[in-house]
């Protein structure tokens, strides 16, 4: 039998073989593509991580190519916190208030020395990690990091997606 | 200039200090008022600041200010350190400005040492300063159009402050806070090719100021949103402390550069741009010509760049260069000792101020004898004008009110600290 | 009229109160019940601008004190170039005041050609309270609410004192000196 391969779209209609013309995937891995294509930062700046963070997506370094356009104004509309800044323990409720208004699958990246572990600021008013009260999905370390590391931490998060790792607080759920 | 004859009407009355707490707007008793909270996470209040507002149908009768979602220790925290070491806290405070926050402390504790820092290093310090200040207006012009609902100005003006923060990383070695100002000086020299760079720079700045001035200057909706709103006038500056371009635009002639002048700024040609009118539009566009304006200092700060030192001589405070390292001995214990101990400041209190993007940014420090300083406290231009918003605001459109925090340019970790 | 003899003359209207001058800056130390009297005199004299108001807390000022030293001993005193920082003990350092809290108002005066500035300085003990300069320089409304959060100095007078940057059930006032710097001690590091 003669093997017509697809070769324009308009003779893929034609083609015998069909391992040429149709992709066979899992519907997890299709998901986890389009979600890991279209992560959408919530606008969540606390101190200079976040000029930082703006600076990310601004045309040099533009995360709207990996798929982060839009950067929403509104938690339930957003897929990743991006803590950038060190936080006070007053600010904790309102994070913390801010990440349950997420909706699932939401993921949190701690941008920066001082949401990963408190910084150089080891005193009385920063919270030392904001993985105290976040599940925290990636670490970016730098004060303040590049924006092409924070770029690198977003696509970390790409990675984990398409390799089927569940979002942390589910990790921490199956723990606890 | 355009904006100093413009003629506009005052769509509300020039704002007075309030009684009796001058910066609580107190509502009414009135039960169809509705009590809204914008912030402490919100795209419009410039970092974490919350207001507590009270409106009536869409005008606002109630303000008052919750600060300290970003209170960092950053004070105490320096106390901890010594001289040397604690000039990495400082920049974190004012993240806009950082260079003029390292620049502050470092000038305070000259003045306790009796230190001078030789011409070249004055001369770069100023580069530097100016440089932050074209920094922290990009910012505020890219930020403050988006308050405003046009966002195409933040990506424009964020191209320009990455070429600034390329210009501080050739120096400085990292975009942001790179502890460049060092207490004697700067901490290196900058590189050959910073002259050819800076100029670039100038030359592309000078286009694109045009350009913005263009978008915002003309623009209808702009010119409908800001002029006649949020007026200041030189008495209420003067009460309630407010400095910088936000006093300038009302017709204060204060700038501590020109009337005070500090460092490189006693050779260097300032003349203070004062606006009349004091409203959100003068402080736009005064912060617009300062740009320009500081785009002009940098550019004679080339051009007259001293050769020479760039930090002070003295080996019992500022280290040794690291090629001295491997063939002096006393060099060697220099490092030593002023790494792990640090040098002792005489017991004393100073005030060192310079102007920086915000207004009048000071620090007042206490030494006593020891090798770490026993306090630190900024004086924070964001603190003092966060104050005026209520009486600013009162009687406004909610959307007046952004427009107004906007022109303020407050910051949080500044506020905060 | 220079500063100083500014200084003077506003020092002479007011009881109890003292001059000195160093670094270039004139400081008038007053009597805590005296300030808002003192800022009004000064207001009048021409300085009409508050720049900055600082506490600082003097509690083992120049000896072993609570907020920990390391490496250097004490007193150091003047600085002798012919002296590196280890060797040797040096003058004994004895703070500027005979009370805990120091209150520095930094005000200016705009008009001069040079402006001048005046330091007036104010000391209180914990728990002493003094009266608030908010009806005379009414942007001294948040930085005395700073100063009462963070370093527990209370303005008798003041129209809304209440904490500013930290939370409302917070304990104690973190700038103090007897306050510990806080933090969590980290495993494997020789600071506790």
Known sequence: MEVIPPGRPHSALRATDIERVVMTTTVDKVLNWAASNSLWPFGFGLACCAMEMIAMVTPRYDIGRFGSEIVRATPRQSDLLIVSGRVSHRMTAPIRELYEQMLEPKWVMAMGACSSTGGMFANYAILQGVDKIVPVDVYVPGCPPRPEAVIEGVMTIQKKIKAGIPPAYEQQRSQA | MSALSDRRTLRYPPAEVLSPIPSVLIPPDNPDTMLINLGPNHPSTHGVLRLVTTLDGEKVVGLHNELGYVHTGIEKNMEQKSYWKAITYAPRADYNAFFANELVYCMAVE?????????????????????????????????????????????????????????VELAGGVRMHPRYAQVGGVAEDIPVAFDREARSFIKEMRARVDEYEDLIGQQPIFRDRTRGIGVITPEFARQMGLTGPNARASGVNWDLRAHEPYG???????????????????????????????????????????????????????LPPRHELHTSMESLIHHFKLVTEGYRVPAGEAYACVEGPRGELGCNLVADGSAKPWRVHFRSASLVMLQSVAALCKGVLLADLIAILASLDPNMGDCDR | MSARADADGLAAGLAEATVSEALGEVTIDVQSAQIADAC????????????????????GFGGEGVAGYWASPSGAGERDINHPASSGLGVVVSPPGTKRFAISYQLLDRSARPARRLRLRTWVDDGESLPSVVGVFPCADYQEREAWDLMGIDFSDHPHLERIFLPEGWDGHPHRKDYPIGGEPVQFSDEV
Do not use: M
Not at chain 2, 146 to 155: M, S, T
């Open chain 2, 111 to 167: 003045k306790l040492l009796g230190l001078e820092v030789p011409r070249r290093g004055e001369w770069i310090r100023a580069i530097f300063t100016e440089l932050q200040r074209i920094h922290n207006h990009l910012i505020f012009l890219g930020t403050g159009s988006v308050d405003l609902g046009g966002i195409a100005l933040l990506f424009y003006c964020f191209r320009e402050r990455d070429r600034v923060l390329d210009l």
């Open chain 2, 264 to 318: 490189a700024y006693r050779e260097l040609q300032v003349q203070p741009i004062v606006f009349e009118v004091g409203d959100v539009y003068d402080r736009y566009l005064i912060r617009l010509h300062e740009i320009r304006q500081s785009v002009d200092i940098i550019e004679q700060a080339l051009d007259g760049l001293p050769s020479g030192p760039w930090i002070a001589d003295d080996r019992k405070v500022v």
């Open chain 3, 40 to 59: 009004a005199a000064a207001l009048a004299a021409g300085y009409d601008f508050l720049c900055d108001l600082a506490a600082t807390d003097y509690l």
